[in-house]
């Protein structure tokens, strides 16, 4: 089966009508039915899409998506906060899944290098069948160069001259290097050929060994990328972000993988006492003022400041720790920066 870019027409019409290193990682058996994302994010739901998704939402659910699109549709903060409890995860350009099982036009996936203690594939949801490919060729590029991407999102081109727009992908998406010449960079898709990407948009590197080492100051730097940029529940790309997807998303940028969600962010990694907190390090809130559940997640940039994704209605921002609401809530720090 080779799935095409049809089956999102038909999807949309229906819709219209209608973790940290320490956590082990399960390896792929040959049993296991693999597949790889082939849009530039895909959005993971908690059920399938049947009576659960909006009209509104249906710009995230196509092949291709548009983002921006879906972004703008939600430019109320309750339209936006209705996607809470609803939605998983993401998963970006050329990730890899393992397909859980089916459900007509909706497939549950988990999706592979985000650590939860839910599933030891990859964290798991529901997500439009069309939005995936089973072409394997990724598989057979896996030992090459790749780029990733630098910039909060980027445009792949259909030519070298980056005059014909393909799609925008994301920060930290991964593709597999075909040739580098110099300021294009040309890389491998998972089901649509070679195409083009400017090399200010990006890194190469040959390896995984090769990313950067993670420091507070990477960190930091990294993070405040994307100040302004509006949250979205579950968001872990440069399109919008939850607040553990934020922290994920800037580790995984030095190829450190922490747990996905913040309740498993805060019992993994080192622990830091409150009085020896430094930069980098994050910092974790919960209900019953501090001493229940972990609901929350900033980093800490040192001056008593903090950065995070807080809330439906707000933008990545730099917040005092001591801000009410949150001083009061603070349950913890710990630290992935450091070995």
Known sequence: MHLKKWLSLLLATVVLLSC??????????EDDKTAYVDVAVSTLWTKNGKGQTRDIDTPS????VDLHQWNANMEDSEIRR???GKLETQALY?????????DGDWVQVAVEGQPTTRNSLGYPGWMPKAQLTDDDRLDGLAGKPFIMVTSNTAWLYNGKAL????MEISFNTKLPVMKDFGDVV??????DGNKFISKKDVAVYQTEADLPKITPEGLIETGKKFLGLRYLWAGVSGFGFDCSGFTYTIHKAFGVTIPRD??????NGKVIPKDQIQPGDLLFFATKDGTG???????????????HAPNASKTVEIIPLATPGYINEFSGARRYWEN
């Not at 940290?20 to 058996?29: D, M, Y």
């Not at 980093?299 to 950065?307: A, F, N």
């Open 163 to 166: 005059q014909n727009p393909f």
């Open 82 to 84: 209705w996607l809470t």
């Open 20 to 29: 940290s290193t320490q956590i082990s990682k399960a390896e792929t058996s």
């Open 186 to 191: 040309m890389v491998a898709t998972p089901d």
């Open 94 to 102: 050329g990730s890899k899944v393992v397909i859980l099982q089916e």
């Open 293 to 307: 559940s972990v609901h929350h997640v900033s980093m800490y940039l040192g001056d008593g400041l903090m950065i």
């Open 61 to 64: 659910l196509t092949n291709p």
């Open 262 to 267: 913040s309740s498993v962010q805060a019992k």
